[in-house]
């Protein structure tokens, strides 16, 4: 062993910046803040979309619109999504479960059937609220609408 092949332990240093440690240290009396101002204050925290006086972007910004903290969201679904799991996983009874685990919603969505696409299969639809052309298409080709 000689002083020329010494290394330190696997993992024993970081290979970081050690800020605030005086002017050895290579980052000087600053310690990387700049002069003055209060960013270069200890315990500086400035507020969420501060943007120096300026007048912050959420403000600058027009409202408008309204949403009503009773509405209920619902998850649609359009027929064509239908008739390729009914298809695809050999399906006559599309239900929650069936849309659940096959990825088209959570547990806790509610479902809308929308009347997009074409529907092929004669399908039992069990769902939280279905469209007028969706109910009118399931049931012109003998399927059942049913509403959770």
Known sequence: ??????TPAEGSTKNRKRIGRGTGSGRGGTSTRGHKGAKSRSGYKSKLGFEGGQMPLQRRVPKFGFKSLNRVEFKPV?????????EQYNLEVVNMEALVSHGIASKNDKIKILGGGELKSKLDVTAHKFSATAAAAIEKLGGTVNTI
């Open 1 to 6: 062993m000689k002083l020329h092949t010494l």
């Open 78 to 86: 359009n027929l064509d999504t239908l008739q390729s799991i009914a």
